[in-house]
């Protein structure tokens, strides 16, 4: 069992940077895959970022179309933690961002693959 709690959002200007982190409980960390979704108002969840386990394609990184650039993953697995560099801003970047761990071999983009889910953190990005 996993347990992932999200910290960092808030409201904030746009072109601003923002900077998440996701803490993971239990002693195998390093083996899960870690992903960031983000859920706007009236809007399915989207994937926004993915990074490998360290045991698995080295820990090689992953984004989404409308993020690549501008948004970093990475991870510190003595700390168990897990986090998502966000600079330049935009309006559509508002949304609850969510933190998942993923123990397995397909694909990153796949929400439905991952297992354990966090409750989310609120980024709100004024213009």
């Known amino acids: 069992q996993v347990q992932l709690v999200e910290s960092g959002g808030g409201l904030v200007q746009a072109g601003v940077s923002l900077r998440l982190s996701c803490a993971a409980s239990?002693?195998?960390?390093?083996?899960?895959?870690m992903g960031w979704f983000r859920q706007a108002p009236g809007k399915e969840r989207e994937f926004v970022a993915a990074?490998?386990?360290?045991?698995?394609?080295?820990?090689?990184?992953f984004y989404g179309d409308s993020v690549k650039g501008r948004f970093t993953i990475s991870r510190d697995n003595a700390k168990n933690t897990v986090y998502l560099q966000m600079n330049s801003l935009k309006p559509e970047d508002t949304a609850v961002y969510y933190c998942?761990?993923?123990?397995?071999?397909?694909?990153?983009?796949?929400?439905?693959?991952?297992?354990?889910w966090g409750q989310g953190t609120q980024v709100t990005v004024s213009s």
């Open positions: 990074i490998a386990a360290i045991n698995w394609s080295g820990g090689s990184t």
């Open positions: 998942a761990a993923y123990r397995g071999l397909g694909s990153l983009f796949t929400e439905g693959n991952y297992d354990y």
């Open positions: 239990g002693r195998t960390f390093s083996n899960y895959a």
